[in-house]
Nanobody, 127 residues
């Protein structure tokens, strides 16, 4: 059974940094995509960043491009989200997601493409 566990959330002032981790188990890592989504109260779940293991590459949402970096650990079952220059509008619950499918451009930000989800970790950025 696939399990995703997030960690690293917390509270930080605007301009600060946080790093989130997602540890996956029960997965094979030859062909899958992993991603970070976020959801603020009253808003839809938003794709933040995605990474695919078979052909190394990454996708970023427009609101975080240049500030956030998604990466994999050496063991390939850990995905990180380095968040720099945080803004109050980055405040949200952040979720790790994964799928066995190869995703195509335009699909990385669609939560319906992902089969597995973590419980989420809260990030709060104060001004």
């Amino acid at each position: 059974q696939v399990q995703l566990v997030e960690s690293g959330g917390g509270s930080v002032q605007a301009g600060g940094s946080l790093i989130l981790s997602c540890t996956a188990s029960g997965f094979t890592y030859r062909s899958n995509s992993m991603a970070w989504f976020r959801q603020a109260p009253g808003k839809e779940r938003e794709g933040v960043a995605a990474i695919w293991t078979a052909d190394p590459g990454a996708w970023y949402g427009a609101s975080v491009k240049g500030r956030f970096t998604i990466s994999q650990g050496n063991a390939k079952n850990i995905v990180y989200l380095q968040m720099n220059s945080l803004k109050p509008e980055d405040t949200a619950m952040y979720y790790c997601a994964a799928t066995d499918k190869f995703l195509h451009a335009g699909e990385y930000s669609d939560p319906l493409q992902y089969d597995y989800w973590g419980q989420g970790t809260q990030v709060t950025v104060s001004s």
